[in-house]
């Protein structure tokens, strides 16, 4: 609690009962309890009022869900056309280079295998 310690809180509530009296204690501790209570209700209700308008606004752009997937498939239908046009470009590079693209063939037989040496007597 705010960094201190017993001995602190006693010290402070020791001042506070000289300060203010024994008669006007228990008043003043109920009316900061109170405001203290109050204090975190209109926190609470601040949070609260903040994550519904934060939730409105979400529903409000998933509105029209239409709209979106009809513009999601144009963007990925604009995307393919230029990936398929770039690799007919390159690919039509590469013939009239005379460069060819060679793929390693992985599925040979002739790796080496470590075999361990036969221990006889």
């Given at each position: ?64 869900p ?53 221990k006889?007597?």
């Amino acid at each position: 609690m705010f960094g201190l310690g017993m001995p602190e809180i006693l010290m402070i509530l020791a001042i506070a009962l000289i300060v203010i009296g024994p008669k006007k204690l228990p008043e003043l501790a109920k009316t900061l309890g109170r405001a203290l209570g109050e204090f975190k209700r209109s926190a609470q209700d601040f949070k609260r009022s903040i994550d519904v308008e934060t939730t409105v606004k979400d529903i409000k752009d998933i509105a029209d869900p239409e709209t979106d997937l009809k513009e999601i498939i144009k963007d990925a239908n604009i995307k393919d056309e230029t990936t398929a046009t770039s690799r007919e470009d390159s690919s039509s590079q590469d013939s009239q280079d005379g460069h060819s693209k060679e793929v390693p063939d992985n599925n040979t037989d002739d790796t080496p295998v470590d075999k361990e040496p036969d221990k006889t007597d």
